[in-house]
Every structure is written in C-alpha cells, then in structure tokens.
C-alpha cells in the first residue's frame, strides 16, 4: 500500500481508468468477434451490422486512448477487406 497520500490518489484514479478501459475494450472485442462470427458462417447482412458495430466501437476506444490510432485504423481496414471478400463470393 501507498504512504504518499499522492500515490493514493494514483491508486485510485488507476482504478477508475482500469474499469473504464475493460469496459471499452470488451465493447469492441465482442463487437470484433461477433463480426467474425458473421464472416465464417458466410452472412453477409449480419457482417455488415456487426462491421458498423465494431467500426464504431474501435473509433471510440481509439479516441479514449484504450488502443492507438494506427490499430483501430488498421484493424477496421482488415475487416473491411474480410467483408468485401465475403460479398464477392
């Protein structure tokens, strides 16, 4: 434990951000994985939901800076690709 009341309030406010950061994290994970589970069973309608779902959660977790900019970016990039491949099956 902190002796420094300074370091006590680090501790805190790590807490606060720790939780924040799962919560936004998990958001677009979930939103990822659902939009993968799309892209293997071939559904094309529910890829493109899931893709503006996890689209716009990368776009939040990046401008809260749980990840950085170049990830979100290259990760929607990624699963724009997926989704293109899919519709020209």
Known sequence: MPIIEAAKKAMRSDVRKTLRNR???????????????????DDTTA????????????????????IKKNTAARRTSRMNAALKALKQK
Not at 56 to 61: D, H, I, M, W
């Open 23 to 41: 919560q936004v994290r998990g958001t677009y994970r979930s939103a990822m994985k659902a939009f993968q589970l799309a892209i293997q069973n």
């Open 47 to 66: 890829a493109e939901e899931s893709f503006k779902k996890a689209q716009k959660a990368l776009a939040k977790a990046a401008q809260k800076n749980v």
